[in-house]
Every structure is written in C-alpha cells, then in structure tokens.
C-alpha cells in the first residue's frame, strides 16, 4: 500500500479523499486543512462518504510531512495564491514525496513550462528524490489526452475544438465565480482570468502539449472573448442573486495557430443562468454542464462526456474527474524514476480492482 496524503479538502479535496479511499494500493495516512474548524475532523466526514476512515484532519504541515508520505494529493487552490501553492508543493516534492495536483498551471505542459516555476521544482526533485504531475479536468483530460485518444479514430484531421460548457450557479466556489470570472458584476469590470494574456496562461500548455502530440509547429496562440449581460436577475441557491445587466455569460477561445489557422482551440462557454446568451453552444441534453471534444475533419467526430456526483451535480462531477485522473496515477509515478511529467507521460489506465466494490 502506498501512504498517501490528501492536502485540501474543497471542491477537489473532498472527491480527492473518496479516490484514495477507494484505490486498492493506496492508503490514506493524512489529510492536512486550513481551516481550525475542520481540524480533528474525520476524513471520511469531510470527504462526504458516509463513513468514519480513522484518519482526523491536521494543520500540521511539518509533521506530516515529516512522516515521510509517498504521495500527496495537493488539492488546495493555486488560483489567487500561486506563490504559495508552489511552496508548498516543493516543499512536498523534496520531503520525497509524488505530488499530484490541478494547482500550477505553468506545469500542465512540462516541456514549456516557465523556467522560473520549472527551476524551483527541478532543485525539489534533485534535493528530495520526489517527482510532479499537473493535471485536472480543464484544463486536463478534457484538452489533453481525450482529444488526442479520438483523434487517433480519424483519418483527415482539419481541426480540433476542445469545449467546456457549464452553468455556473452549480458552483459552490462564489469568490472564483464573481471576482475571478466576472459573473454578476458590470462588464466595465475586469475579472482576472478574463484580463488579456490570461487564458493564454491556463490553457496554452494544453494547445502546445496537443500541437506536440499531433507534430505540427504553432505559429503563435491567439484569444477571443464574448461578454453578455444578463436581462433578468436570477437567484442561484449557493450565491445568491446576480442583477440584471450585470456579466451573466462569458464565452472565450484560445486558439492554436497553424499555418495561418486555428486548428486547435480550446473554448470556454460559461453562463449563470441558462437563459443568458441561448445562442451560444449547449450541453445536447440541456444539463448544467459538459465537456465535448469535435474532431473536424472526415469523418467529423464529438464526444460529449457528462459527469455527476455530490448529489447529481455536474461541477461536483467534473470535480471529480480531475481527482480520479491524479489519484490514479500515483501508483505508476511511484514505479517511475523521479521528476517532472505531464499527461503525454502519464497513462490514462483501466479502475483495475474496483469494478463492482465500494
């Protein structure tokens, strides 16, 4: 069994806790928080399974790791803290441990990655022998290795569109949502990952990563972007009311020129109410969410994958999804020697052992 730690026990966290719980070679030996009032918690409490586990939250970051983990779930947000998500992370990696984790964006795409993150986790690995896989569901499997797996049944390729489609007011993460995002605030105001150079910044590991996989060359990465008012207020049951002709729908690309073209987009298609820009792409069945992958070319190929857990709600399942891809690569990273790997590294492998077990 390898001793694992759950680091966070949010949106992530918690379906993280589940995953270990249900893996046959791993063992959960630590769940570490940040809030005192999860502190002596049951992990089995905190990760929504209906049962105690005998593992009770800490904040003792030192001694868990002291303990010499050999994985760590690092599932605590990097979005307005990425400086401390990083330390964190390395100080995990050079206690020796394999770090899995959704939280540096810079490292989804190992090969491209900014030098000045790439550095400090290299030193951490060398100094501690630990290694490091960033991945998730979008970015992550979504625009990675699920387009590329389709691709793979074609013959002609033109282009390969890559689409999250979600409703927004599923979301129980309201700072994320209004301040990062820009749901409900006046389109003059200028959320963070909206901000030009952004999206760039998040998803363009992924269109490199897949250009990569494809073997063509990227002529340059390009960004578009919608906005849309809302023209009623709506009341959503986990944060609150959003005003009428505030943000209410947010639509953007980031494109993967090649030769002249856009051939690789990755596009964004949120809302936070299901009749603010109808115009736009749907989920097929109408849902809260999905994530589809069109492979324009002959024959034209889409895959729509529709996720649901924590009560039938698709962020939760989407939540979900990136933990499954990260706990489940633990064991092969700790067969590997020690480093820095990405999804073209890191297979995509059968639930062997779990078919039928709870």
């Not at 003059?188 to 060359?217: K, N, S």
């Not at 596009?267 to 324009?296: K, L, M, N, Q, S």
Request: proline residues 6%; charged residues 20%; glycine residues 12%.
């Amino acid at each position: 069994m390898i001793p694992t730690v759950v680091w966070g026990t949010g949106n992530v966290g918690r379906a993280a806790i589940r995953a270990v719980a249900a893996h046959p070679m791993l063992s959960l030996v630590a769940v570490l928080v940040s809030s005192p009032a999860k502190v002596g918690k049951d992990a089995g409490e905190l990760g929504g399974l209906g049962r105690r586990l005998g593992v009770t939250a800490t904040d003792d970051v030192d001694g868990v790791l002291s303990g010499a983990p050999r994985a760590v779930v690092y599932a605590a947000s990097g979005d307005v803290r990425m400086d401390g998500a990083l330390d964190d992370i390395s100080r995990a990696v050079r206690a020796g441990a394999v770090v899995v984790t959704p939280s540096v964006y810079g490292m989804y795409d190992c090969t491209n990655a900014p030098a000045e993150i790439r550095d400090v986790l290299l030193a951490s690995v060398e100094a501690g022998g630990g290694s490091l896989f960033v991945s998730g569901v979008d970015p992550g499997w979504a625009n990675d290795v699920l387009p590329l797996l389709v691709s793979g049944l074609g013959s002609d390729i033109d282009a390969v569109r890559c689409q999250e489609i979600f409703d927004y007011s599923t979301y129980d993460q309201e700072e994320a949502v209004r301040q990062l995002i820009g749901m409900g605030h006046p389109l003059d105001y200028q959320p963070l990952m909206l901000a030009e150079g952004i999206p760039t910044m998040i998803w363009g590991g992924q269109l490199r990563m897949m250009a990569r996989a494809l073997g063509v060359e990227l002529d340059r990465i390009e960004e578009t972007l919608e906005r849309r008012p809302l023209e009623t207020s709506v009341v959503t049951a986990t944060m609150g009311e959003f005003s009428a002709g505030t943000q209410g729908a947010v639509r953007l690309e980031v494109q993967g020129v090649v030769a002249g073209e856009p051939r690789i987009v990755i596009e964004h298609v949120t809302r936070i109410h299901a009749t603010c820009a109808p115009d736009w792409p749907a989920p097929p069945d109408g849902g809260a969410g999905a994530h589809r992958v069109i492979i324009e070319g002959r024959p034209r190929i889409e895959v729509t994958v529709e996720a649901t857990d924590e009560g039938e709600n698709r962020a939760a399942g989407g939540n979900a999804t990136a933990a499954g891809r990260l706990v489940n690569a633990i064991d092969w990273l700790v067969e590997a020697e020690p480093g820095l790997f990405d999804a073209l590294d890191v297979p995509l492998r059968p639930a062997v052992g779990r078919l039928g077990k709870k």
